[in-house]
Nanobody, 114 residues
Framework: QVQLVESGGGLVQAGGSLRLSCAASRSIASFNRMGWYRQPPGKQRELVAEMASGLSTNYTDSVKGRFGIWRDIAENTVYLQMDRLKPEDTAVYYC????????WGQGTQVTVSS
């Protein structure tokens, strides 16, 4: 079992930046996949960025070149740097980690004003 706590969301103007953090209650070294998802208002949850245990990364097309995902093993934390934010990035952002099971955080709201 692991608890995930996201932070770093908020209100930002278009073109601005935010850094999301996902702090785990235990070591993240054993997880074979870590990722960030988002759920825009009235829409389904979608993958934003993910990282495999081998450190390969994958991004949805709409955020490529603007978002970056990485992990800090010492801090048991997964990060998502979001630059050049757009109003369409507005959503609740969720962290997910996987080993034999899948664990989700509670979500953090990101609102981008035009």
């Amino acid at each position: 079992q692991v608890q995930l706590v996201e932070s770093g969301g908020g209100l930002v103007q278009a073109g601005g930046s935010l850094r999301l953090s996902c702090a785990a209650s235990r070591s993240i070294a054993s997880f074979n996949r870590m990722g960030w998802y988002r759920q825009p208002p009235g829409k389904q949850r979608e993958l934003v960025a993910e990282m495999a245990s081998g450190l390969s990364t994958n991004y949805t097309d709409s955020v490529k070149g603007r978002f970056g995902i990485w992990r800090d093993i010492a801090e048991n934390t997964v990060y998502l740097q979001m630059d050049r934010l757009k109003p369409e990035d507005t959503a609740v952002y969720y962290c997910r980690v996987q080993d034999h099971f899948s664990y989700w955080g509670q979500g953090t709201q990101v609102t981008v004003s035009s």
